[in-house]
């Protein structure tokens, strides 16, 4: 499966300074999956930076065998988005 970055995708990583790695990884392995639409999810992923945890949430739309990642951000409101127990 390839990856494609939306320019605005990429814009939101750069100004947010989020890593291509990190978003690949939660691409890859994410740690939960929510569906958005057709074919569009949230793929989510916890991590911890500066001794704190995070949430990076990829708005991804599938497309045959690419992936194309729509926006990307980071969240400390992990419990607002979390769905299930954590």
């Known amino acids: 499966m390839s990856i494609r970055y ?6 939101q990583m750069l100004e947010r300074g989020i890593s291509k790695a990190l ?3 939660t691409i890859v392995n994410p ?3 929510v569906s958005q639409a057709e074919g569009i999810f949230i793929l989510q992923k916890i991590y911890r930076e500066r001794e704190k ?4 949430r990829v708005a991804v739309k599938f497309e045959a065998d690419i992936s194309v990642v729509l926006t990307v951000y980071r969240t400390s409101k992990i419990r607002k988005y979390w769905r299930g127990d954590r």
Request: overall charge negative.
């Open 53 to 56: 945890d995070y949430l990076l």
């Open 6 to 11: 939306t320019y605005h995708a990429q814009k």
């Open 23 to 25: 978003v690949d990884e």
């Open 31 to 33: 740690d939960q999956m």
